[in-house]
């Protein structure tokens, strides 16, 4: 378990209304990742970040803006949300120490009507 | 942009059955990672391999690396019903902190 928490788990939404997703984490690390993942695409990375403050934009950033105030807590806002943005949402974190790996958070499907 | 295409998209087998899953690029990765993912959760790491050739065995799963880096394969001996689940291949390289994630393989293992 890394200490990942996504909330909320679900949300259903209408077009047009802002949303706020949030990851938050207990050990500090410093990379954290907003991903969506959506029928036979995979997992794609939306934002990430490398610090409080410090974050850049990933494959699929359009529509979507990220902030990180502190280490453990990392949000995902949709300004205005669309129905292209129905997904399932995951936070990942990779551990301090040069490996690569990630954990995942178990997500936060969002359907936008 | 780096892209990772895994082969088959859907699997349906019966228990004790062998079969082999793919992950495949036109680039080259310094690690690769696999990853399986249940429903309703996030993926979970299985292995990551380093080196060109590389072999790494999971108990009846046995991960290949390409000796060109581009291509992983994942073999599963006796498939069980905990098999199930979604296998995604990710690469990575050194000094990018991005991974990037292949399209993924559904694996269905009927008891």
């Known amino acids: 378990d890394a200490g990942i928490t996504q909330s909320p788990r679900h949300k259903v939404t209408e077009t047009g209304t802002p949303v706020t997703l949030r990851c938050h984490q207990t050990?500090?690390?410093?990379?954290m990742y907003w991903y969506r993942q959506d029928p036979g695409h995979g997992l794609r990375l939306i934002h990430y970040?490398?610090?409080?403050?410090?974050?850049d934009k990933g494959e699929v950033s359009d529509g979507y803006s990220v902030s990180r105030s502190k280490t453990e807590d990392f949000l995902l806002t949709l300004e205005s949300a669309t129905s292209s943005q129905t997904s399932v949402y995951f936070c990942?974190?990779?551990?301090?120490?040069?490996?690569?790996?990630?954990?995942f958070g178990s997500g936060t499907q969002l359907s936008v009507l | 942009t780096q892209l990772l295409e895994q082969s088959p998209q859907f699997l349906s087998i019966q228990e004790g059955e062998n079969l082999t899953v793919y992950c495949n690029s036109s680039?080259?990765?310094?690690?690769l990672q696999w990853y399986r993912q249940e429903p309703g959760e996030g993926p979970v790491l299985l292995v990551t391999?380093?080196?060109?050739?590389e072999v790494k065995k999971l108990k009846r799963l046995t991960f290949q690396f390409g000796d060109a880096r581009k291509d992983s394969s994942l073999h599963i001996t006796a498939a069980q019903p905990g098999d199930t689940g979604l296998y995604l291949c990710?690469?990575?390289?050194?000094?990018?902190?991005?991974?990037?994630f292949g399209t993924g393989t559904r694996l269905t293992i009927i008891p």
């Open positions: 970040s490398y610090g409080v403050k410090d974050t």
């Open positions: 680039s080259v990765f310094s690690s």
């Open positions: 990942a974190i990779r551990p301090t120490g040069g490996s690569e790996k990630l954990f």
């Open positions: 050990e500090n690390h410093r990379y």
């Open positions: 990710a690469g990575g390289n050194f000094g990018n902190e991005k991974l990037t």
């Open positions: 391999v380093v080196t060109g050739g």
